[in-house]
């Protein structure tokens, strides 16, 4: 069974400051994607990670994927508030379409 | 501005009622997909269908849940009958598998369902 794990869970930081989350998944897997959602919302697509070694970046946030490592992490650059959302994670299988996500991580831009 | 549409956004039952959700995917779009998301389970996938046919509803309960797509602009997923514990936002997204093999899942606003 695949599983998805994205850390940290929350995460609380200062406007202008770097972080990164991270989501580990459990099975070879050659796609992965991010998602934000902000409260009340629906799921809007962020990036589409397709192979090892993909990078992609839009704004302030930068997504990479190892496949080897089975890790992807979302890099957030000198934040704004504006980013302030939840963000998840979602492994596809093989190109068979179906997504399993991560917890979600959820953050806090404070002014 | 193409976009997955789903109705209602809002629905408020009664325990023991019946309750039907629909999606309409973007045109064009071969996979749909029923999600439901919770506080405590997160998003889960319920349902998968790749040109109308499903392929996939383990995640689904059998035995009060159905989901169809009677033609390729409407799928529907339905509750029969309706528990507290079925209380959630149900999402529909919707894809395009390209001959390229890239692929990419888009959204719904989703049907905000509280059951008393």
């Known amino acids: 069974e695949l599983k998805v794990e994205q850390n940290p869970l929350f995460l609380s930081m200062q406007e202008g400051k770097n972080y990164t989350i991270y989501c580990n998944y459990s099975?070879?897997?050659?796609?992965l994607y991010w998602y934000r959602q902000d409260p009340g919302k629906s799921l809007e697509s962020l990036f589409v990670?397709?192979?090892?070694?993909a990078v992609k970046q839009e704004g302030r946030l930068m997504a990479s994927l190892d496949t080897k490592a089975r890790l992807s992490t979302l890099h957030i650059t000198a934040a704004v508030h504006d980013l302030s959302a939840t963000y998840f994670c979602?492994?596809?299988?093989?190109?068979?379409?179906?997504?399993?996500f991560g917890t979600g991580t959820r953050l806090t831009i404070i002014p | 501005d193409a976009r997955v549409t789903q109705t209602p956004r809002h629905k408020v039952t009664e325990m023991g009622q019946e309750v039907t959700m629909r999606c309409q995917p973007i045109?064009?779009?071969?996979?749909v997909f029923w999600y439901r998301q919770t506080m405590m389970q997160g998003l889960e996938l319920l349902a998968y269908?790749?040109?109308?046919?499903?392929?996939?509803d383990s995640g689904m309960p059998k035995d009060r849940f159905s989901a169809e797509m009677p033609d390729a602009t409407l799928a529907t997923l339905k509750i029969q009958p309706s528990e507290p514990r079925d209380s959630a936002v149900y999402f529909c997204?919707?894809?395009?598998?390209?001959?390229?093999?890239?692929?990419?899942?888009?959204f719904g606003p989703g049907t905000r369902l509280t059951v008393l």
């Open positions: 045109l064009g779009h071969n996979t």
């Open positions: 997204a919707s894809g395009l598998t390209w001959t390229s093999g890239d692929y990419e899942q888009f």
């Open positions: 269908f790749r040109n109308r046919a499903p392929l996939d």
């Open positions: 990670l397709l192979s090892n070694g």
């Open positions: 099975t070879t897997s050659d796609r």
């Open positions: 979602a492994v596809e299988l093989f190109g068979n379409e179906k997504l399993t």
